[in-house]
C-alpha cells in the first residue's frame, strides 16, 4: 500500500528574500509572545517526521512526500463557508500584511482563538487544497492512501466562523468534494464518505459543513470537561508547566456549557441524524476510547457503508498534550487507522491534520500513524500491543 502525503509546507517555511509569499505566523495565546499553542516549528516538526519515516524505510518504499500549492475553487469553498466569512480571512490577512513589520508582525483577530498573519488566507485555502490533492490521490487508486499532512487546521471552522486556530473547514470541504468527485466508487452513485475526528477537541466546524447532507457520516471522539452542575462550573484543569501551578479551566472546546466565573459561554453544538458523537467525561485509559470506538463507532459506519473514510486526526488526543490529552497513546492511533482498513478493505482512506500542540510528542504520535495507512493492513502486526489485543473486533463479519 502506497501512502501519498500531501502538504502546504511553502505557507509555513519562511520565504527568505520574498515578502509577497508570508508565513502564516499561528495564533499567540494570549497574544503573550512567551506561550505559543499554534505555530510554524509545530507543522515543521510533522513534516520532519514524514522525512524521517520515508527515511527509515527501505527505499523509502512505498511512501511519497508532495508539496501542494493548489488553491480550492470559490464554487467549492463556498458549499462550506458563506461569501462573507471567506471576504473576512482574505481581508484580515490583507490588513496584517499593511501593518506588520519583519519584526513586529501584528495578529488579526478574526474569531475565538483564531488571528489572521500576512499568510494566512493563502495558507488556509492551500491547506484546502492539499486536502482535495489527497481525495484525488486515493480515488485514483485503490493502491494508495492518503494523508494531508497540513497547518492550520480546519475542524473548528463552521460556515461562518473561525475559531480555534481554524480558518476553513478543511475535512467538511474535503468531505463534500469527495462526495461529489467525478471518480464514482459504485457507477452512477454519490460517493459515500465517512469522516472520522480523532482529535481531543469536537469537531464542531466538520459538523457544521456536513449535519443533514446525504451520503456523509460524522464519526467525532471527543473531550467533555467535568462539570459542577451546583456550581455551574467546569472542574476540571491542568498544571502549567511554566508557573507551576494548577490552573482551572475546561479541556473541552468549544464549550458546551457556561461558567461564570470564567467568563465562558455555551457554545451551540450542532448535530443531525448522520452525525454520531461519542464523547469522554475527563481523561481516559486507552483501553476505554478504544472500546467505546469498536462498540459505538465501528457498528456506525459498518451500517452507514462507506466508500471513503477521512481521518480528521488530531494527535492533541494523546496524553500529554498541553491543551487535549482524552488519554490516546501512540499505539491508539495505530490501531484505529490500521483497524478500519482491515474493516474496510474496499475503501478508500485518507486522513487530514488537526491539532496537536507537544512538538516533542510529534514523533512518537504521527509516525504510528502514518503506519497504520502505510503497510499493509494484513502484514505486520508487531508495532502495537493495542491492534494484536483489538484486530478481531475489526475483522469483517461473515456474511456481512
Not at 135 to 153: E, N, R, Y
Not at 276 to 285: L, M, R
Request: proline fraction near 7%; glycine fraction near 8%.
Amino acid at each position: 500500500m502506497a501512502l501519498k502525503i500531501v502538504t502546504n509546507d511553502s505557507c509555513f517555511r519562511k520565504q527568505a528574500g520574498n515578502p509577497a509569499e508570508p508565513a502564516h505566523l499561528g495564533n499567540r495565546d494570549s497574544y503573550n509572545p512567551a506561550v505559543f499553542f499554534d505555530f510554524p516549528e509545530k507543522a515543521i516538526a510533522a513534516l520532519k517526521v514524514a522525512h524521517d519515516l520515508k527515511s527509515a524505510l527501505p527505499n523509502g518504499s512505498g511512501m511519497e512526500i508532495l508539496s501542494s500549492d493548489r488553491m480550492p475553487s470559490m464554487d467549492s469553498l463556498r458549499a462550506a463557508h458563506s461569501a462573507e466569512h471567506i471576504a473576512r480571512i482574505k481581508e484580515a490577512s490583507e490588513e496584517s500584511a499593511r501593518l506588520s513589520t519583519p519584526r513586529e508582525p501584528v495578529f488579526i483577530p478574526v474569531g475565538g482563538e483564531a488571528a489572521a498573519t500576512p499568510g494566512t488566507y493563502r495558507a488556509a485555502m492551500r491547506a484546502v487544497g492539499a486536502a482535495y490533492t489527497t481525495i484525488d490521490t486515493v480515488l485514483a487508486s485503490q493502491d494508495s492512501t492518503g494523508f494531508a499532512l497540513v497547518w492550520p487546521p480546519g475542524h473548528h471552522a463552521e460556515r461562518d466562523a473561525a475559531m480555534g486556530f481554524c480558518y476553513f473547514s478543511t475535512a467538511g470541504l474535503a468531505a463534500l468534494y469527495a462526495r461529489n468527485h467525478s471518480q464514482r466508487i459504485r457507477p452512477r452513485e454519490q460517493n459515500r464518505v465517512a469522516v472520522i475526528d480523532i482529535d481531543h477537541h469536537r469537531g464542531n466546524g466538520t459538523a457544521s459543513v456536513l449535519c443533514n447532507e446525504p451520503n456523509t457520516l460524522l464519526v467525532d471522539l471527543l473531550y467533555r470537561s467535568p462539570y459542577d452542575e451546583k456550581r455551574q462550573i467546569y472542574a476540571d484543569g491542568r498544571d502549567d508547566k511554566q508557573s507551576g501551578t494548577f490552573i482551572r479551566g475546561p479541556m473541552e472546546y468549544p464549550y458546551n456549557r457556561r461558567d461564570a466565573e470564567l467568563g465562558i459561554l455555551a457554545h451551540p453544538i450542532i448535530s443531525g441524524p448522520n452525525i454520531a458523537s461519542i464523547e469522554f467525561e475527563g481523561v481516559q485509559a486507552p483501553e476505554a476510547i478504544l472500546d467505546r470506538f469498536v462498540t459505538e463507532a465501528l457498528p456506525r459506519l459498518r451500517a452507514f457503508k462507506p466508500d471513503i473514510i477521512l481521518w480528521s486526526l488530531g494527535i492533541d488526543s494523546i496524553q500529554g498534550d498541553p491543551i487535549g490529552g482524552l488519554g490516546n497513546i501512540p499505539g491508539s492511533f495505530y490501531t484505529m487507522l490500521r483497524g478500519v482498513r482491515v474493516a474496510f478493505p474496499e475503501a478508500r482512506h485518507a486522513a487530514v491534520l488537526e491539532g496537536g500542540y507537544e512538538r516533542s510528542l510529534f514523533h512518537e504520535c504521527l509516525t504510528p500513524a502514518f503506519l497504520g495507512l502505510h503497510d499493509e493492513a494484513a502484514a505486520d502486526q508487531s508495532r502495537s500491543a493495542l491492534f494484536r489485543r483489538y484486530r478481531q473486533y475489526f475483522e469483517p463479519k461473515a456474511g456481512a
